[in-house]
C-alpha cells in the first residue's frame, strides 16, 4: 500500500504524517508539498517527497498511489477551489484507488462560508468516480488556545461569539483519525463528522484560563464588525478576517454546537476535551 499525503509540513498534515508512520512503514509513505526543503525530516527517515503546489497543478504527481489523503489548503475561496478540483483531477488522472478528503462540519448543508469550497471539492470527488471517505472535522481547540496566553497577558478575551457553543476537536485527535482511515479497510462512501466530546461557550474558555494561569480572564463581547477591524489591525489578510468573523457568527447562533460520535468510533476513545488543550497552551 502507498500512503500520500498533501500538505504534509503543515500543522494537520504533519500530525497525520506522524500518526501514519506509527501505522505504516516509512517506505510505504509519500507526501507532496509546496516546498521540498521543509521535507528532508522526513526524507531521511525513508518517506518519499515529492515537490507539488496546488496552484501549478502540472507539478502534482500521485502516480503509484493507493490512498491519497487529500488535506484542503488554506487560502482565498477561489484559489482553494480551483487548486483542489486541480488536486481532484490529477488524482483521478494518475489513477488513485480512493481519495480521503477533510472536509468541514455539514459542508454540503452548512451556513458557514467557508463550507462552500468543501462542498464544492467533496462534488468533484464524487463526479470523479474515485472511492472516497469525508472526514468533516469541526473546528481545532488550536483555533481558540493559541492566543489565550497573550489574552491573558492583556487582560482580556475578545470574542463576537455571544453565549454560542462550539464542539471543538483536537487537531491531534482529527489527525489521528485520519490516519486510521487511511490505513484501515471499511470506509468507502463513509461521511464522517467529526467534534469533541462536548460543546463549550467562550465565557468557559475564559473560565478554564482563568483556573489554570491563576489570573482572571473576563470576556470582552464585541460585534463583528469590531471583531473583524481587530484582525485586520493584527496584520491578518482580508479573506482571513472575513473567514474568521463568519466563524464567529456562526458559533453564536449554534451552528457548530452539535456533538457526533464518529471522531470517538474511530480513534477508539474519547476525544481530548478542550480543558487539555487550555492547559496544554498555558
Known amino acids: 500500500m502507498t500512503i500520500l499525503v498533501t500538505g504534509a509540513t503543515g500543522h494537520f498534515g504533519g500530525r497525520a504524517v506522524h500518526h501514519l508512520l506509527d501505522r505504516v512503514p516509512a517506505s510505504e509513505l509519500v507526501v507532496s508539498v509546496r516546498d521540498a526543503g521543509k521535507a ?27 490512498t491519497l489523503l487529500l488535506v484542503s489548503a488554506n487560502g482565498p475561496d477561489a484559489e482553494r477551489t480551483a487548486g483542489q478540483r486541480a488536486a481532484v483531477d490529477a488524482a483521478v488522472e494518475a489513477g488513485v484507488g480512493r481519495i480521503l478528503y477533510t472536509s468541514v462540519t455539514d459542508a454540503t ?23 472516497f471517505t469525508f472526514l468533516r472535522n469541526g473546528m481545532y481547540h488550536e483555533n481558540y488556545t493559541a492566543g489565550l496566553a497573550q489574552s491573558v497577558e492583556h ?58 494561569s491563576g489570573k482572571p480572564l473576563p470576556l470582552a463581547a464585541v460585534t463583528d464588525d469590531e471583531f473583524k477591524a481587530g484582525l485586520l489591525g493584527f496584520g491578518l489578510p482580508g479573506f482571513l478576517a472575513e473567514l474568521l468573523t463568519d466563524i464567529n457568527a456562526n458559533i453564536r447562533v449554534g451552528t457548530l454546537r452539535e456533538v457526533r460520535p464518529d471522531l470517538a468510533k474511530l480513534i477508539g476513545r474519547e476525544p481530548t476535551p478542550i480543558e487539555t488543550a487550555v492547559r496544554a497552551a498555558l
Not at 448543508?109 to 472511492?131: F, M, N, Q
Not at 487582560?155 to 483536537?170: D, I, K, P, W, Y
Open 155 to 212: 487582560g482580556a478575551l475578545v470574542t463576537s461569539t455571544g453565549t454560542g457553543q462550539v464542539a471543538s476537536a483536537s487537531r491531534d485527535d482529527l489527525a489521528l483519525a485520519a490516519a486510521i482511515v487511511a490505513t484501515t479497510d471499511g470506509h468507502d462512501g463513509a461521511v464522517y463528522e467529526l467534534t469533541g466530546p462536548r460543546a463549550w461557550s467562550f465565557d468557559e474558555l475564559a473560565g478554564i484560563a482563568g483556573q489554570v
Open 109 to 131: 448543508t452548512s451556513p458557514l462560508g467557508l463550507a462552500k469550497v468543501h462542498a464544492d471539492t467533496e462534488e468533484r470527488i464524487r463526479a470523479s468516480g474515485v472511492p
Open 40 to 66: 528532508t525530516g522526513l526524507a531521511t527517515r525513508g518517506v518519499t517527497v515529492r515537490q507539488g503546489d496546488f496552484d501549478r497543478p502540472e507539478t502534482l504527481d500521485f502516480h503509484g498511489v493507493d
